[in-house]
């Protein structure tokens, strides 16, 4: 089976930089994604790691450790409006297309 | 492309009532994912489905759910008979091979009263 974990919460003020990190358990992997949010609307991509390393895109940084099963999302600059939830996903090699969420992470932004 | 479409957008029904929900993917999308959001359980995996055929269903809770993906462009999630502990929104998401981002609907807030 497969299982994430992450924090529930995590506050931050404007401007500042915040780490969501994200360990995850399964039989077979393909990759790490990120998600987010917004007030129980869609979930909308953030990025996608498959090898070890850190990926960025704009204010938005993602890192992958396979040795250490282990992620995390870096959020630079902080706006209010990056307050939302931040949902960890794995995809599972084994199954091939599976995509397993993590519980999320409320970030909220604080001025 | 206008994205995942789902419908109803909201849906209240009596226990007992069968519900059916609506998803049509992206075009030229050939995986096809159920998901069900609660507070308590987060966003949980149902089913997913590739060139429409069920991949795995381990996440559909009982047998009052089921789920059909007749052909590329549209699929059924089905609740019958329906339980008021059914009440959670609903995604429908779809991605295509190779691709690393699934384009989620804007969901289904079901509730059963």
């Known amino acids: 089976g497969q299982s994430l974990e992450q924090p529930s919460e995590v506050t931050a003020v404007e401007g500042a930089i915040v780490q969501i990190n994200c360990t995850y358990q399964?039989?077979?992997?393909?990759?790490l994604s990120w998600y987010q949010q917004h007030d129980g609307g869609a979930p909308t991509f953030l990025s996608y790691?498959?090898?070890?390393g850190l990926e960025e895109t704009g204010r938005f940084s993602s890192f992958l450790s396979r040795s250490d099963s282990y992620g995390y999302l870096l959020l630079q600059e902080l706006q209010m409006k990056d307050s939302a939830s931040y949902f960890c996903?794995?995809?599972?090699?084994?199954?091939?297309?599976?995509?397993?969420f993590g519980q999320g992470t409320e970030l909220s932004v604080k001025p | 492309d206008a994205g995942v479409i789902q419908s109803p957008r909201h849906e209240v029904t009596e226990m007992g009532q069968e519900v059916t929900l609506r998803c049509k993917p992206i075009?030229?999308?050939?995986?096809l994912f159920w998901y069900r959001q609660t507070m308590m359980r987060g966003l949980e995996l149902l089913i997913y489905?590739?060139?429409?055929?069920?991949?795995?269903d381990s996440g559909m809770p009982e047998d009052r759910f089921s789920a059909k993906m007749p052909n590329a462009s549209f699929s059924t999630l089905k609740i019958q008979p329906s339980e008021p502990r059914d009440s959670a929104v609903y995604f429908c998401?779809?991605?295509?091979?190779?691709?690393?981002?699934?384009?989620f609907g804007q969901g289904t807030r079901l509730t059963v009263v």
């Open positions: 998401a779809s991605r295509r091979t190779g691709g690393t981002e699934a384009f």
């Open positions: 996903a794995v995809r599972d090699q084994n199954q091939g297309g599976k995509l397993i």
């Open positions: 399964t039989s077979g992997f393909y990759g």
């Open positions: 790691n498959a090898l070890d």
């Open positions: 075009s030229g999308h050939d995986y």
């Open positions: 489905f590739n060139n429409n055929v069920p991949i795995d």
